[in-house]
């Protein structure tokens, strides 16, 4: 792996030197993201480097789950997308948690309040269902408050057209094997349908989703002479949007979703279960007005969630509920042509009970809310100087006052294709109510607090044809929140954990028909325990446009060593023992072809998964992908 470190940083000094002969044009990113100010900012402005999956990658990357999209992106490893269909997700992004990392549905923070970390189940989102997505890497909870503490996930979900009644249908089919299985049969299903348009002031969206897929087992074996029962999986995902436009200036936006799951599981690494499943069900609803006047935006972002889970494990049920509700009301103000301010105030509820024949805890007990007044200052000057500063007061019902806040300078040159960023920014996250009231759980627990540092710089070069940039950061968490495999308690860690790396990108348009990208992740924590974050990670993707109807993708990745902590129960006293052990690197070759039968009307594609068939460890003593591949259609009307 040396050699491929010593490649790319040959690979970003080389592309340095072409940046120092193109010295005389300017940076002109102006693709629009919103992400670090909440209002469109153009990329120029922006003090962050922002990834961004569009409407046009997401077809490259048909087939796919929003976790193996995720994925490809550089800081953002998402274990479990290699498993079969329904495994749990653990999303790491800058070796940060599950519970560090927000994520947004159009704007709008979601979280299952009775999940371990406070976090969200992307197994309940449909990628059928996605607009785009952007990625914002680093301590964010000045904007976005508690859970920010890596970075944020906004995901925004597909919109009405501009006809009065369009619509869409999909299917496709996969295989579903393990490696070394060749078994040609279709064993994953997703299909959907969803109308949508616009009428005098009215728009409209509606759809509907769903996904069965069986043939692989949780578990794996132990042996190559014992087969495991497949596991199946399967999702239903309605949704429905209604917008009003009464005037040119406001707008109002509803929505209401319905999620369910149902997942079989088992109990453990190599251990078969045939009775073990899961149900979730979600029910998400939302009222999202905008205004704008002369010199701003008002804004009121609103959504509650209840969502249930039931689980029957070891012979017995145990019975999940939750309840959220946010609402984040904000302002954007336009003090100076080249200053703006964002001021605002949320508020977040969470409660959660469960039962079971061993233990309950009442929604009475379990739960907390949080309102946090912010602002954040937008400055952006001719000379190219841009500054985004500000801070957040989070007043938590159980853990009081807590003060984050954000410094975000960046300089984008007039003569040079280049922009330099650099930031400081703090970050709190709350301990979840399962980790505060169930069995495991600690009352004495106290809130992480993170602090990130980053610099780095974006640059295009020859005529917009190159696309370079490259991030450094330094993160440090205190009083991070724990899980002891011996006590089977939840605890906070003694002393601080460092989290260093480098992230870096590069995108090549060689012509119009044929466009390479590639990442390179390094990230290294002090302390390591649990987290199944890979030290080095490598993304790569070839695009060529053969016809304007025809084209191809392929991708590679290259997982690095992940160290890994378990326990076993040796005879003859059976006490716990806490093993470690390191997770050997894997790589995977992918591939997409995709073609337009009708002008815009039909299109279809074919993919192919691990091409190589390669058999590696994912988590360990559970299964992975071998070779797979998926066909399906696209029927827009």
């Known amino acids: ?110 979280t299952d309040a009775s999940g371990i970390s406070l976090s969200y189940d992307l197994r309940l989102l449909s990628v059928d269902q996605i607009e785009s997505i952007e990625i914002m890497k680093g301590a964010s909870s000045t904007l976005y408050g508690s859970g920010a503490a890596t970075g944020v996930i906004n995901i925004t979900l597909k919109k009405a057209s501009s006809k009065a009644i369009a619509g869409n249908a999909y299917m496709n089919i996969g295989t579903q094997n393990v490696s070394r299985q060749n078994d040609f049969n279709p064993k994953e299903y997703n299909q959907g349908l969803s109308v949508n348009g616009k009428l005098k002031g009215f728009n409209y969206f509606a759809s509907l989703n769903s996904t069965e897929s069986s043939g692989i087992s949780e578990a794996k074996p132990s042996n190559d002479y014992t087969t495991f029962e497949d596991d199946n999986f399967s999702r239903v995902n309605s949704m429905i949007k209604l917008g009003f436009t009464p005037g040119k200036k406001l707008t109002l936006d509803f929505f209401a979703d319905y999620d369910r799951m149902k997942n079989e599981f088992d109990s453990g690494s190599f251990a078969d279960n045939l009775e073990n499943f899961s149900l979730s069900e979600q029910y998400r609803v939302g009222f999202s007005p905008k205004l704008k006047y002369k010199k701003g935006e008002f804004v009121i972002n609103s959504g509650a969630n209840v969502i249930t889970r039931d689980f029957f494990n070891y012979g017995s049920f145990t019975y999940f509920k939750s309840r959220s509700v946010n609402t984040d009301v904000y302002n954007k103000y336009q003090v100076l042509d080249n200053l703006f301010i964002v001021t605002g105030a949320q508020f977040q509820f969470h409660e959660m009970s469960n039962e079971s024949q061993y233990a309950s805890i009442s929604k009475e007990t379990a739960k907390f809310n949080m309102i946090d007044p912010y602002f954040t200052a937008v400055y952006n000057s001719e000379s190219g100087l841009n500054i985004n500063a500000g801070a957040r007061y989070n007043i938590h019902s159980k853990y009081g006052n807590n003060l984050v806040y954000n410094i975000n300078p960046s300089f984008s040159f007039k003569e040079l294709p280049l922009k330099l960023i650099a930031s400081y920014s703090t970050a709190f996250i709350s301990p979840s109510l399962y980790q505060l009231y169930s069995s495991y759980g600690d009352l004495k627990l106290n809130p992480e607090e993170d602090a990130t540092i980053e610099a780095g710089f974006e640059a295009e070069l020859l005529s917009e044809k190159v696309k370079i940039n490259a991030v450094a950061f330094y993160r440090e968490e205190e009083n991070a929140i724990g899980f002891d495999l011996m006590t089977y308690k939840y605890y906070n860690v003694e002393g601080k954990n460092n989290i260093r790396g480098v992230e870096t990108n590069f995108e090549y348009a060689v012509n119009d028909k044929i466009k390479f990208n590639a990442n390179y992740t390094f990230s290294e924590l002090s302390k390591q325990s649990r987290v199944l974050n890979p030290k080095q990670k490598v993304n790569a993707s070839l695009d060529y446009q053969a016809t304007s109807k025809l084209g191809v993708n392929v991708s590679y990745q290259f997982v690095g060593d992940r160290p890994y902590e378990y326990t076993v129960y040796l005879p003859p006293t059976w006490d716990p023992v806490l093993m470690k052990e390191t997770l050997k690197d894997y790589q995977l070759v992918n591939a997409n072809v995709r073609y337009q039968l009708v002008k815009d009307r039909m299109n279809v594609f074919g993919s192919v998964d691990n091409i190589l068939d390669r058999d590696f460890v994912e988590v360990r003593g559970f299964s992975t992908r071998g070779r797979n591949f998926k066909v399906g259609f696209n029927f827009m009307f």
């Open 1 to 110: 792996m040396n050699k491929k470190i010593a490649l790319v940083s040959a690979f970003v000094l080389a592309s340095l030197g072409v940046f120092a002969q193109e010295n005389d044009s300017t940076l002109n990113l102006n693709e629009v993201v919103i992400s670090d100010s909440k209002f469109d900012l153009s990329k120029e402005k922006s003090g962050k480097v922002i990834a961004k999956i569009t409407a046009e990658d997401l077809k490259k990357k048909a087939g796919q789950s929003v976790a193996a999209v995720l994925s490809t992106v550089a800081g953002v490893e998402i274990n479990g997308n290699q498993s079969r269909n329904g495994k749990d997700l653990g999303i790491y992004l800058r070796g940060g948690r599950n519970h560090q990392v927000l994520i947004l549905i159009d704007g709008i923070p979601v």
